[in-house]
């Protein structure tokens, strides 16, 4: 929730490349790093956020598009028909 909440405040993301995270951000709303040993770990992050600060347009401009992603397919009306519709093949699959 986290992940979304930030995005939706228009920022970009930098994190750890876990659980439903590759669902949400892509390269251009953010970076996953790769789960490896601490000190790699440790790089990429520094490598990643030194990319992202040698243009300041570039973090604005992927705030943006995160933005938009959140708005487009994490909508409360969008969530909410995606539970509907689970909730419905739930129901669907206990009566049949």
């Known amino acids: 929730l986290f992940l979304l909440e930030a995005m939706a405040c228009g920022l ?7 659980g439903s995270q590759g669902e949400v ?9 790769p789960r490896s040993r601490a000190e790699t770990e440790i790089r990429e992050y ?5 990319e992202l600060l ?3 347009g ?5 705030g943006r598009r ?3 992603r959140v708005s487009k397919g994490w909508s409360y009306e969008a969530v909410g028909d995606e ?4 909730l ?3 129901v669907r699959r206990a009566i049949e």
């Open 25 to 33: 951000v892509s390269d251009d709303v953010g970076r996953l790093i």
């Open 88 to 90: 419905d093949r739930a």
């Open 12 to 18: 970009p993301f930098v994190g750890t490349a876990e």
């Open 46 to 50: 520094a490598d990643a956020l030194s």
């Open 83 to 86: 539970l509907e519709a689970a």
């Open 58 to 62: 570039e973090p604005r401009a992927m």
């Open 54 to 56: 040698r243009d300041p």
């Open 66 to 68: 995160a933005r938009g």
